[in-house]
């Protein structure tokens, strides 16, 4: 009998090998793809690229993903006839259409797993902030170059932290600027409304108001946030809602000495209005985990400009490393394992998707 066969997707690290090793022992054949093409259903995905993707997971039988980093619509599962089940992290992803699967009766399955205070991606974010507050990059540059001081920081006590979304992350990552750098915390989305963001200071323990009644979170418009944050962070799921939400008009609006940050997913904000303000450095600077197209692309601008000099804002990049702590991505990848083997046996598996979470 031919070896179920089983791919790994976008494991750039190979970090998945240990662990898959153990399917490789029972007979089952594992290939690790550590690129990523470009997303099947990306406007400007070429046509002959959709087809490499397709031809590509052809084979498999099992299909392990990372996250959002090769998203499922219905076409592309339509396209692999092989498969019998898609296995991914976490417990939702709104890039794999559960209903496609379902059509064919193919489980799709995430992770589960504790939730830590302060999560990864909250540590992330405060990084980058303090990272670009502080120069930490440049001036780590400067003196392996044999150089000493050439800027100054920008301190965070006391002044205006604006964060574009107060769900969990919103609300971990605005308890922390709050409490550990004084910030004054200002708030919007779509639908959030002072009452909810009371009940939010609440649940993470926090007082509603201080002695004068100002706001621990204090819900305001879309161009106040803009126009009175000293850092303004995105803190959104990306949906249709959200996608492309943030535009020139409300990045125009930040002061030349603001901070912003995006540890979300890049699509919530426009990347050639956000590319276009750092080039004529109409703000301090910017701080990214997550870009339209991941990987990012060699020749992006975001890699290729020359930032922080003539003229242009201070730019700190990372390569979308929010939720990549080892012990995370370990436990990940055990469960995965652990799901193959129980769908061999025909056992129940764990963390089936109903639908995509959203």
């Known amino acids: ?68 980093r090769t998203p499922f619509p219905a076409e592309l599962i339509n396209r692999l006839p092989n498969l019998k089940l898609l296995l991914t992290t976490g417990p939702k992803n709104a890039s794999i259409s ?26 992330h974010c405060v990084a980058l902030i303090l990272a670009l507050a502080r120069n930490i990059p440049q001036d780590d540059a400067v003196v392996k170059a044999g150089g000493w001081q050439t800027t100054v920081a920008t301190g965070l006590a006391g002044k205006v932290f ?35 963001a009371d009940e939010k ?35 959104l799921v990306l949906s249709d809602r959200s996608r492309g939400l943030i535009t020139a008009n409300d990045l125009t609006k930040l002061k030349k000495s603001a901070i912003f940050v995006n540890t979300s997913r890049g699509p919530i904000v426009v990347e050639d209005d956000l590319l276009e303000l750092a080039k004529k450095g109409s703000i301090r600077g910017i701080a990214l985990d997550v870009y339209e197209i991941e990987p990012l692309p060699k020749d992006s601008e975001w890699r290729t400009t020359k930032w922080g000099e003539g003229g242009r804002s201070r730019v700190v990049l990372s390569p ?7 012990e995370t991505i370990t436990n990940w990848y055990e469960q995965q394992v652990e799901n193959i083997l129980r769908w061999q046996k025909g056992q129940a598996l764990t963390t089936v998707f109903k639908d995509n979470g959203y």
């Open 162 to 196: 604006g964060t574009i979304g107060l769900g969990r992350l919103g609300v971990s990552v605005s308890k922390i600027m709050h409490i550990a750098f004084g910030m004054k915390i200002v708030a919007w989305s779509t639908n959030l409304t002072q009452e909810a």
């Open 201 to 235: 200071a609440k649940a993470a323990g926090l007082p509603v108001a201080d002695e004068t009644g100002q706001k621990t979170f204090k819900v305001v418009s879309r161009d106040e946030l803009f126009n009175s944050a000293d850092v303004a962070s995105v803190q």
């Open 98 to 123: 559960v209903d496609a699967c379902k059509a064919r009766g193919i489980p799709v399955a995430g992770t589960s797993g504790e939730v830590r205070n302060p999560d990864s991606t909250t540590q």
């Open 1 to 68: 009998m031919a070896p179920i066969k089983i791919a790994v997707l976008d494991d750039y690290q190979r970090l998945s090998e240990p662990l898959f090793d153990r399917l490789r022992a029972s007979g089952f054949e594992v290939t690790t793809f550590t690129d990523t093409l470009l997303p099947y259903n990306h406007p400007n995905t070429p046509q002959d690229v959709k087809e490499k993707l397709a031809k590509r997971l052809e084979p498999f039988d099992i299909i392990s993903s990372m996250r959002e």
């Open 320 to 326: 979308h490393m929010g939720y990549v702590e080892e």
